[in-house]
């Protein structure tokens, strides 16, 4: 054990009883500016009213915190923001990855500021890696938009459930809708449960494709076809353009074989090209006809309230779940429980009664 020894008698071993200085200097920590007071909960939401941008970066922040205190200010700032949100359009959109999401909400999101609309990008993605440099997170993307006093861009929360984040962005949502964002656009990659969620707080839920790519290709489900209020075939330019309307022909068939919907609108099916920019004012001529349709026969104002009260339901679901997994010795219990079942000792009914009874006595 030769080498063994040599190691330990070199320079790299640390001599015991040598104090190491501080790292910090003392005499820097006393000059060090005194930090900024935290704003009051009336300061950020009259800001937000009244159009800081920055105030409403910092609440959004706020929102997205983990922290109890940041949490509670957080209630507070949009129980006041409140009174002045709902007046916007919300939109869902979804698709793939590489459809165009990013080009399109580019371009449409400047046809609408150009329009003299107010636009916030928010995007729904729980998968916490991909908002690194991710569809929102990329500051490359969506540059122009980036750079336009009327529009807002904010990245998806990165960290928690599906559930916590769509909580988060629907809260984001009513911050910018008081900070005067006519027009909120909440984009979501279409491969999983996000589009559920997104759909679940919009007005109108867009779809977009791509021709010449089967619907497995595309990784879209026939639930989230059934969800979209308008199909939008992207990349229509170039050699595309004729099979994009091949496409859009298509789509407005499959579409028709779906059960009427309840707003009493028919779903669409368009083509347009994010990259030319043609077709995007169309997009938009639908999304007001359609609000039109469905503020005139009552759904809009239905929907919404729909939507408000499975809020309420989700929450309640949601804190309830919370509250049981993180009361004290549950987790332990459950993990017990689960051997017994597994040694056939007891039944996963009689388990999951006895952890609940073991829940509601605590
Ligand atoms: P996302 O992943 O859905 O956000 O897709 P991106 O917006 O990043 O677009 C993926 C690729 O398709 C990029 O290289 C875009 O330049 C390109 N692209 C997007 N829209 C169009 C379009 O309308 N026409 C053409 N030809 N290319 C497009």
Redesign the pocket.
């Known amino acids: 054990m030769d080498g063994e020894k040599d190691i330990f008698d070199s320079a790299l071993k640390v001599n015991e009883g040598i104090e190491q200085p501080s790292i910090v200097n003392e005499h820097f920590l006393k000059n060090l500016p005194k930090r900024k007071p935290q704003l009051t909960a009336e300061e950020y939401a009259d800001g937000i009213i009244g159009g800081n941008r920055t105030l409403l970066s910092q609440a959004i922040t706020l929102i997205e915190s983990t922290l109890p205190k940041h949490e509670e200010l957080a209630q507070s700032v949009l129980e006041m923001c409140l009174p002045h949100t709902g007046k916007s359009v919300r939109i869902g959109i979804t698709?793939?990855?590489?459809?165009?999401?990013?080009?399109?909400i580019e371009a449409f999101g400047k046809y609408l500021t150009n329009g003299g609309h107010k636009v916030a990008v928010l995007a729904i993605d729980p998968s916490s890696q991909r908002s690194k440099g991710s569809?929102l997170g990329d500051k490359t993307?969506m540059e122009e938009l980036s750079q336009d006093l009327n529009a807002f861009i904010r990245p998806s929360p990165s960290a928690g459930s599906l559930g916590g984040v769509a909580r988060k962005t629907r809260e984001t949502v009513l911050l910018c809708e008081a900070a005067g964002f006519d027009v909120i656009i909440i984009e979501t990659v279409g491969v999983g449960q996000s589009e559920t969620a997104v759909h679940s707080m919009v007005d109108f839920f867009l779809l977009?494709m791509l021709s010449g790519a089967g619907d497995e290709l595309q990784g879209i489900k026939r639930g989230i076809m059934e969800m979209a209020d308008a199909i939008l075939i992207?990349?229509?330019?170039?050699d595309?353009k004729q099979r994009a309307l091949l496409a859009k022909a298509e789509y407005q068939n499959a579409l028709h074989l779906f059960p009427p919907t309840e707003s009493g609108w028919y779903p669409k099916a368009e083509t347009?090209?994010?990259?030319?920019r043609e077709g995007i004012d169309k997009v938009w001529g639908m999304i007001d006809e359609y609000l039109m349709m469905v503020k005139e026969n009552g759904y809009f104002h239905k929907r919404r309230k729909y939507q408000a009260r499975r809020i309420m339901i989700e929450t309640i679901e949601n804190e309830l779940l919370e509250h049981f997994y993180q009361t004290k010795g549950v987790q332990k219990a459950i993990a017990d429980y689960g051997k017994a079942i597994e040694a056939d000792q007891i039944s996963s009914y009689v388990a999951a009664h006895r952890l609940l009874e073991l829940y509601l006595k605590k």
Not at 95 to 103: F, L, R, Y
Request: charge should be positive; include cysteine.
């Open positions: 698709g793939v990855p590489g459809v165009g999401k990013s080009t399109f569809i993307r977009l992207n990349k229509a330019d170039g595309n347009c090209s994010a990259y030319t």
